[in-house]
T-cell receptor, first 118, second 111 residues
Framework: DTAVSQTPKYLVTQMGNDKSIKCEQN?????MYWYKQDSKKFLKIMFS???????INETVPNRFSPKSPDKAHLNLHINSLELGDSAVYFC?????????????????FGPGTRLTVL | EDQVTQSPEALRLQEGESSSLNCSYT??????LFWYRQDPGKGPEFLFT???AGEEKEKERLKATLTKKESFLHITAPKPEDSATYLC????????????FGKGTRLHILP
């Protein structure tokens, strides 16, 4: 059984288009995240949701909008795609219980979505 | 400015040749330091969390240690299957709880 799944695995699109990446976790975790990993393999957190509420929102363009329909899903919608958006996007989840627990403890990552903007 | 630096960028070892990877950090306050392993084409896999200086954790051939300025990931008698990129990340203890990753160390173990 896949713990954290993402679709699609690969996404190739033209500049200016709008696209979405879906993420689902079947671990019963309270917190989900989106990360971006650039061509130099540098991993940067973008968003974090706890029980459908946004708790981390790093400095990313407002063209990126996370949407959490329920605790098990966190989708990433990107408007007006640009060349610089090309990267691998990872979804992750963790069993966060209260604010005293470190946010990064025992994160489970999805397989990634490689986005290529032409 | 909060910063995480990993060294070396890449490391090639013979099977059985022990070594250490370094993660040095400069942060206003450390909430936790984390080590991950990432295989090509896959998401990072959680290895360890360290919270305070002097803390050590072990898992198979890996041992992570933490001081007030850096962390080491010691690999004892590595095997080819230990080849991967090892990522270090810190979470800061400030208003925003920033999460900062290092650029990783690519480890290649030769049989």
């Amino acid at each position: 059984d896949t713990a954290v799944s993402q679709t699609p695995k690969y996404l190739v699109t033209q500049m200016g288009n709008d696209k979405s990446i879906k993420c689902e976790q079947n671990l019963g975790h309270d917190t989900m995240y989106w990360y971006k990993q650039d061509s130099k393999k540098f991993l940067k957190i973008m968003f974090s949701y706890n029980n459908k509420e946004l708790i981390i929102n790093e400095t990313v363009p407002n063209r990126f909008s996370p949407k959490s329909p329920d605790k098990a899903h966190l989708n990433l919608h990107i408007n007006s795609l640009e060349l610089g958006d090309s990267a691998v996007y990872f979804c992750a989840s963790s069993p966060l219980h209260g604010t005293s627990q470190s946010l990064l403890d025992t994160q489970y990552f999805g397989p990634g979505t490689r986005l290529t903007v032409l | 400015e909060d910063q995480v630096t990993q060294s070396p960028e890449a490391l090639r070892l013979q099977e059985g040749e022990s070594s250490s990877l370094n993660c040095s950090y400069t942060v206003s306050g450390l909430r936790g330091l984390f080590w991950y392993r990432q295989d090509p084409g896959k998401g990072p896999e959680f290895l360890f969390t360290l919270y305070s200086a002097g803390e050590e954790k072990e898992k198979e051939r890996l041992k992570a240690t933490l001081t007030k300025k850096e962390s080491f990931l010691h690999i004892t008698a590595p095997k080819p299957e230990d080849s991967a990129t090892y990522l270090c990340a810190v979470q800061t203890f400030d208003r925003d709880d920033k999460i900062i990753f290092g650029k990783g160390t690519r480890l290649h173990i030769l049989p």
